[in-house]
């Protein structure tokens, strides 16, 4: 499989979620991030997702993916082979990451940090 390993680089936003949409899973075994970013495009691409169990990402993806330790190979390998082979699972994921997009927005997020900001300087 070495051969058919490619690393795209400078795509723009659009070849990217042509990409991401076309994949079978993603997999995101970060071990130091908080990021969700990456998780939550290709959940917006209806690309279901395994990725690690550490930091804020079960919090925000929810049951909208399939966890594993970043270290675990075999726990990595379970779950791609769990997306492969359960297409019912695949689809729930799917179905569970709808949702969140609509949750995590910019303007929401400036919205709330702003208010933040206000109340402490007011008080």
Same mark, same amino acid.
């Given at each position: 499989?070495?051969?058919?390993?490619?690393?795209?680089?400078?795509?723009?936003?659009?070849?990217?979620?042509?990409?991401?949409?076309?994949?079978?899973?993603?997999?995101?075994?970060?071990?130091?991030?908080d990021l969700a970013l990456p998780a939550l495009q290709a959940i917006r691409c209806g690309v279901p997702v395994v990725c690690s169990n550490t930091g804020a990402l079960p919090a925000i993806l929810g049951d909208a993916a399939l966890y594993a =330790?970043?270290?675990?190979? !075999?726990?990595? *390998?379970?779950?791609? %082979?769990?997306?492969?082979?359960?297409?019912?699972?695949?689809?729930?994921?799917?179905?569970?990451?709808?949702?969140?997009? =609509?949750?995590?927005?910019? !303007?929401?997020? *400036?919205?709330?940090? %702003?208010?933040?900001?206000?109340?402490?300087?007011?008080?």
């Amino acid at each position: 499989m070495r051969h058919e390993v490619k690393l795209l680089e400078n795509l723009s936003i659009t070849e990217l979620a042509k990409i991401t949409a076309a994949a079978y899973a993603m997999v995101y075994p970060v071990l130091y991030t908080d990021l969700a970013l990456p998780a939550l495009q290709a959940i917006r691409c209806g690309v279901p997702v395994v990725c690690s169990n550490t930091g804020a990402l079960p919090a925000i993806l929810g049951d909208a993916a399939l966890y594993a =330790g970043p270290g675990n190979m !075999d726990d990595i *390998a379970q779950n791609m %082979m769990l997306v492969y082979k359960d297409e019912q699972k695949a689809k729930a994921l799917v179905l569970a990451g709808n949702a969140l997009p =609509g949750q995590y927005r910019w !303007d929401q997020s *400036a919205d709330g940090l %702003m208010r933040s900001i206000l109340n402490a300087y007011n008080n």
